[in-house]
């Protein structure tokens, strides 16, 4: 049986229930009113009230939720106003700000948060002239008797982001993200002593600064928190192998000063991949000092020392390169001292120093005013640096010094400078007064390839001017020499000169200046160079005489030609080069007999000439060897003789015009005399025009003109000829047969030399052979397609001769040509080999037919058809009966029908020879003048054709 419930039971489980009852109402009303505008509103003042009591600023919030039941708070355009005017950027601004609260304990002060997230926070530090900022201060109690560290409270932070953060110092934008995770902040009040011991610990955090790449970091901070001043007992921040350590004291809250000691090191790689400063490829700096910092002031003391430095811009590379200095840092000054470093294999020591670091880097401008009354100067920079270099190699300085349009580092130049380097400025350091007294020398034997430098340099250089002095400058390699002295500015030159005996010496700075490609020229000789430099080092124009001996040049390959190089006894000439023009004045090039003068000159574009600039070009040759300019032109024709040449040329470089004048002397082309020629020349659009063309060949005159495209090798060639006298060409006489008459001619020639165009027509007029006259003879000739058609006929007293046919213009021209005579007179072609023996008149009527190369005529193949021979040797008169037929082919003679007859006074009775049954010394003979003549008749012809 159930016992009864106790009645004190049974008010307690009422008493239990009335309560979760009222639980659950006060909870409810409870979320009902978090829910309310009237519970946001109040939390939105509350915010803002503790805001504007713990920063003493002006706040605005534009939104606000809070969740209670989540633990989220949701701030949206938070803004903190400074002491900056009303239209300027606010101290603070944050765009949303969201916080996730979690519990840690409810019997303690620590508060927890999940993650805390901070959009685009905006923080603008003004920096006012007597060293204050709009940083606003809150406001303290005097009579409270409680700092403001007695109001902090303990917090820890899972997550820490912050997104598209931005620092405007003096309105100059630095952009900084941040995410760091396991954040802690502990706070321990110490009771008696009054003090809280702060710790804080950012485990790990990847932060991103201006625009630097991200890095990640961790780090701790101890410090004892007093009523008027912090310990900081240890500040520790650590990044890959690099670490930052501090220790001091925080005075004045209100008016921050912090002094302590420091040291550290930094991993050279780490920071050059941050600073995206890739040169930097290994190395260690340690650095330890004490320091002191304020509002308006501060200081560091200390010392660095860097070794294992390893260094590379793609140029310059140095290895187990140290540095170590002693340097102070205030606002007014920055001084190194003691400085010792060694890099590239030398070593130097000094100091530097930097008053008004801060200030400007422009000049102090001219006082206009020197009244008491007048504006107050700006602080100017002031900076000196004090350097003795030992044996410091000269290559680093030399590829600083190289560039684009001067590449001296192409050069191995090999040596070491010793002595002082002093540089002081005012403003800027590119206005710097630098003074340079060095020497130089190789420090030990040059290896392969390398170019031993000596010498000495005692200059000036001032940047405020841009003006060089050098009061000895003297560099002396093994075959060369250049020295300068004088004083480089608007209103003074340097004297410059330079000798060379072997220039190879100087090969990879001229490839490099060439741009491309092998150099077109080879000194075998000496050069020299001695003028003046004007103007500043941003621009300078030089001057001066040039002068080379015994070199040669190379004229580059064409589809037309080989490589050709030319040989040069001397070259002279006054030039002028800055970046803007070039000129060469008074030029001579020697060339054994042949002299040329010219004048070249061109305007520039950065020191290099462009197609469209301006051009000017002078040429006067004398005394050129023809067949040597035709052999650099690629050509193989026989042609001979001295030409002089006169020629001007202006406009640009892509449409350049000018003219000229050339004339030939004692000139031999193909065998002919020319005993003189002359052409005026004219360039219009790339085409070279010949006009008034005039030669004089065999005592008669050749005139016409012409015109040759320079790019698309085109041309045009009209040439006429009258009243030229065969006596006088060799290729139309021999001992035993003779040509006698006059010639006239005219012809015109296009196209390409690939693809020739030529129409010719050429009247041979009272043609005599052997003394015997004949007539005259016109020979037509054109080509179409690359073939030429000849056309000819006679107009003989008594005979008639006809010449047709086609040759191919290539190979070896091959031929198909056809002759038809009717009573030729041939007594001076058989009398060449049968003198003395021709008693009578000797005719021939028929044709022949030609096949095969007319460059190679014993491959040629001729058949003849003689209808009619009359002949009479030796008093007996010969005629065929019937047609004679054969075939010359391979040199063999091959006799399809002969048939003749004789009569006369001789042993021989009148017969019908057949070639199957001659008698063997009758037939032969027969056969052999037969073949002699058809033969003459075939060599005769090929010799006229090619004359014309």
Known sequence: ????????????????????????????????????????????????????????????????????????????????????????????????????????????????????????????????????????????????????????????????????????????????????????????????????????????????????SPFSWRGDASAVLARDHADVT???????????????????????????????????????????????????????????????????????????????????????????????????????????????????????EVTNWQGSTAPLPPSRSRGSGSAPRTRVQRGSVRLQLTGFPIAPAIAMLSTRKVPLDREDLYGAASGNLEMQWIGSIEYAETRVNLNI???????????????????????????????????NTPASEITASGSLSLTSSLKVTGTSHDVKEWKPLLLAAYGAGELPFTIRGWASFNGTVNGRLSFMQVNGKLEVYDFDTTLPASDHRTAQTIHWDALTTAM??????????????????????????????????????????????????????????????????????????????TYPHGDGHLEIRDATIYGTPVLSASSDLRLVDHELQFSNFAASVYDSTLTGAGSLNIVSREFQLNLAGRDLDLVHFPRLQSTRFSVEGHADFTAKASGTP???????????????FDKERAGDFYFDAATSGGQ??????????????????????????????????????????????????????????????????????RHLKASANLDSLDAEIAHMHLRNEGPVRFEVADQALRIESFHLTGSGPTSLPTAVLNSPSLEPSTSAWMAQSTWLCCKLLIQRFLRAAWWA
């Open 234 to 352: 240890a500040l520790n921040m650590i990044s890959g192998k690099s670490e930052f350590h501090f220790s001091g004291r925080i005075e004045n809250y209100r008016n921050p000063q912090v002094s302590g000691e420091y040291h550290g090191a930094l991993a050279l790689a780490e920071l050059a991949s941050l600073a995206k400063q890739r040169e930097f490829r290994k190395g260690t700096a340690r650095f330890d000092g004490k320091g002191f910092w304020a509002a308006e002031k501060f200081s560091a003391d200390g010392t660095l020392l860097a070794k294992d430095i390893e260094w590379t811009n793609g140029r310059l590379r140095t290895q187990n390169g140290s540095l170590g200095a002693s340097f102070s840092l205030t606002p007014e000054r920055v001084r190194l001292s003691s400085i010792k470093a060694s890099f590239f294999g030398g070593e130097l020591q000094g100091e530097a």
């Open 441 to 475: 020398a190789p420090a030990k034997e040059p290896a392969p390839g390398q170019l031993a430098v000596r010498g000495q340099i005692v200059g000036v250089y001032r940047g405020s001017r841009d003006e060089l002095q050098l009061d000895q400058f003297r560099l």
């Open 1 to 212: 049986m159930n016992e009864p419930i106790p009645i004190r039971r049974r008010s307690w489980l009422k008493l239990f229930g009335l309560f979760c009852v009222f639980s659950a109402v006060v909870l409810t009303l409870l979320g009902w009113y978090v829910s309310t505008d009237s519970f946001q509103q109040a939390v939105r003042r509350r915010v803002v009230t503790a805001l504007e009591k713990a920063t003493g600023g002006r706040v605005e919030i534009g939104e606000l939720h809070s969740i209670p039941f989540r633990l989220r708070v949701d701030v949206r355009d938070l803004t903190i106003h400074g002491r900056e005017a009303a239209d300027q950027v606010p101290y603070l601004h944050v765009d949303r700000l969201q916080a996730e609260i979690k519990i840690i304990s409810f019997l303690s002060t620590e508060v927890g948060l999940h993650s805390l997230l901070i959009e685009h926070p905006v923080i603008h530090i003004i920096v006012y002239p007597d060293g204050s900022t709009n940083q606003p201060s809150p406001a303290v109690s005097g009579s409270s008797g409680t700092d403001a560290a007695e109001q902090l409270f303990a917090l820890s932070v899972s997550q820490v982001e912050v997104q598209r953060g931005e620092l405007l110092w003096q309105e100059k934008r630095i952009p900084l993200d941040l995410d760091a995770r396991d954040v802690t902040l502990m706070l321990r009040y110490a009771f008696l002593r009054r003090q809280y011991h702060l710790h804080l610990a950012v485990g790990n955090s990847t932060t991103r600064f201006r625009q630097y």
């Open 576 to 653: 002028q080069y800055s970046s803007k023009s070039f000129s060469a004045r008074n030029g001579t090039l020697i060339h054994g007999h042949t002299i040329a003068h010219f004048d070249v000159s061109s305007a520039m574009v950065a020191g290099i000439s462009q197609p469209s600039s301006s051009i000017s070009f002078r040429l006067d040759l004398r005394n050129a060897d023809v067949a040597e300019i035709s052999h650099l032109a690629g050509s193989a024709r026989p042609v001979a003789g001295t030409a002089d040449l006169s020629f001007n040329i202006s406009g640009t470089r």
């Open 788 to 857: 030429l058609s000849i056309q000819g006929h006679s107009e003989f007293e008594k005979a008639e001769l006809k010449i047709q046919g086609k040759v191919d213009m290539e190979n070896d021209f091959p031929a198909d040509l056809d002759l038809s005579f009717q009573h030729l007179d041939v007594d001076s072609l058989i009398n060449i080999y049968l003198q003395g023996k021709i008693t009578g008149h000797s005719t021939m009527a028929g044709s022949l037919a030609l096949h095969g190369p007319l460059r190679n005529p």
């Open 754 to 768: 690939e693809q020739p165009s030529v129409e010719t027509h050429i009247h041979l007029r009272d043609l005599a």
